[in-house]
């Protein structure tokens, strides 16, 4: 396991530069300011988008492609965010893919959330054209995207691992390589677990403060203090209190995440017993409408309120 933190990255043995091509696909929540933050490193940035304007929010003059494989034909590197597995398949493996256009001894960098089972089988595909691939899904949601302090989570080469460092402290603070491919996205399946748990813990004791009339507000302070402290009470239980679910990550992209890690413990013949409560706590919101809430929206669930 190799760790960085990326106020100490240095350029040294890298390949990659503020020279470098660097493409992007997935200007959305994350995936903009991912981008952004790669313009503010010095990176000319390029973009293929299915909605094409959207590639007009990175300001300037950016060039835009019609395809992933003409995008890839032009960068020394990719990195994508987009939403789901069959999305990241289609952008490397698919007709018009990554893998059509990019040259022998490029990289891309795949910070979605996705199967382990398939980023294996797309890297596998991919080192067949000498093309590597690492999953670096990340954590820190949103405001982590926007600052450039991002959790990152990697899997795959060593070696481009190590040079691909600027470029991930572009984005990312605490950038760690977990294993081999697929490894990265195991670390984000665990990370969603303890989220999702920490986040029906967090809930049902502002509910059961309420619900006692003792002020939830003071609850969460006292809580901070002590081994019940956690960035979810911190940052997230203020959001429950005042019903403020616009979202940093959406219940339907959590419940999407939720799926990914019991199908794999699924695979490994685990029980997942707290990984399948929060799971049916999100289907119960989107069900009443909040998909597209924040996935600390579940409050609403154990309140019986409308979300």
């Keep these: 396991?190799?760790?960085?933190?990326?106020?100490?990255?240095?350029?040294a043995n890298t390949f990659l530069s503020d020279?470098?091509?660097?493409g992007c696909i997935g200007l959305g929540i994350m995936g903009l300011p991912a981008a952004k933050n790669l313009q503010r490193a010095g990176y000319t940035v390029s973009a293929y988008a299915r909605r094409p304007e959207s590639t007009k929010t990175l300001g300037g003059t950016v060039a835009?492609?019609?395809?992933?494989k003409e995008l890839g034909a032009v960068c020394d590197v990719v990195v994508i965010n987009v939403s789901d597995t069959p999305d990241v398949e289609e952008v490397t493996l698919g007709k018009n893919g990554l893998v059509h256009g990019m040259k022998p001894g490029s990289a891309i960098i795949d910070m979605s959330t996705i199967s382990p089972a398939t980023t294996r089988h797309v890297a596998e595909k991919l080192a067949e054209k000498d093309i590597t691939f690492l999953d670096a899904p990340v954590s820190g949601g949103q405001k982590g995207a926007i600052d450039g302090t991002l959790t990152i989570m990697v899997g795959g080469s060593v070696d481009m691992f190590t040079k691909a460092q600027p470029l991930l402290a572009a984005m990312g603070k605490t950038i760690t390589h977990i294993g081999t491919s697929g490894a990265g996205q195991v670390a984000k399946a665990c990370n969603q677990i303890i989220i999702g748990?920490?986040?029906e813990g967090v809930a049902e004791a502002m509910v059961l403060a309420q619900k006692n009339g003792v002020d939830?507000?003071?609850v969460r302070e006292a809580l901070l203090g002590g081994f019940a402290g956690s960035k979810v009470l911190e940052m997230h239980a203020p959001r429950m209190l005042h019903n403020n679910f616009t979202p940093g990550f959406k219940s339907v992209l959590h419940e999407k995440d939720m799926k990914i890690a019991l199908?794999?413990?699924?695979?490994?013949n685990l029980s997942l017993p707290a990984a399948e409560l929060f799971l049916q706590r999100l289907q119960a919101l989107i069900a009443l409408g909040g998909g597209d809430l924040d996935s600390t929206a579940i409050y609403k669930v154990i309140t019986g309120e409308k979300p």
Excluded: H, L
């Design 197 to 199: 748990a920490t986040i």
């Design 19 to 22: 020279k470098t091509r660097v």
């Design 64 to 68: 835009s492609y019609s395809s992933p």
């Design 216 to 218: 939830a507000a003071a």
């Design 263 to 268: 199908t794999n413990g699924g695979e490994n």
């Design 1 to 11: 396991m190799a760790r960085y933190n990326s106020e100490k990255i240095s350029m």
